[in-house]
């Protein structure tokens, strides 16, 4: 029983994951002139290519693309593309693993996962293809 309880109060002693939302300056340093790569739970979930003046190239999985724009609303990111009515705001968060989206009210169980990052640009599909 002592030891149990001795096992207990080091898993709680333990520091939890580190966790910081970076600001919007933050992520428009590391998005423009990038491509982002995202998944969700293992899948591939889509791509963005960020261009300057906060522009950007949402490409979905199918291949189709959509032109956007971001801007911030305090610490969130927040996104508006053409033909879709809704915007969609974000943490964008740095993790002990790299970085992660989390859409604004989510949990973690909705993050979606930037997966890699590089300057290639998009191929798309469909009647949208680029900014």
Same mark, same amino acid.
């Given at each position: 029983m002592k030891t149990t309880s001795i096992c207990i109060a080091l898993l709680l002693a333990l520091p939890a994951a580190a966790e910081e939302i970076i600001s919007p300056d933050e992520f428009e340093a590391l @998005?423009?002139?990038?491509?982002?790569?995202? %998944?969700? =739970?293992?899948? +591939?979930?889509?791509?963005?290519?960020?261009?300057? +003046?906060? +522009?950007s190239l949402w490409q979905f999985n199918g291949g189709e693309c959509a032109d956007g724009v971001w801007y911030d609303v305090g610490d969130m990111i927040c996104f508006e593309y053409d033909g879709n009515p809704d915007i969609q705001c974000w943490h964008?968060?740095? %993790? =002990?693993? *790299?970085?992660?989206?989390?859409? =604004? *009210? *989510? @949990?973690p169980d909705a993050d979606i996962t930037m997966s890699s990052i590089d300057a290639e640009p998009l191929d798309c599909k469909g009647p949208s293809v680029g900014a």
């Open positions: @998005s423009t002139g990038k491509t982002l790569y995202f %998944t969700q =739970d293992g899948r +591939r979930f889509g791509a963005e290519q960020f261009y300057t +003046r906060r +522009r964008f968060i740095k %993790t =002990d693993n *790299g970085f992660v989206a989390r859409p =604004d *009210g *989510g @949990s």
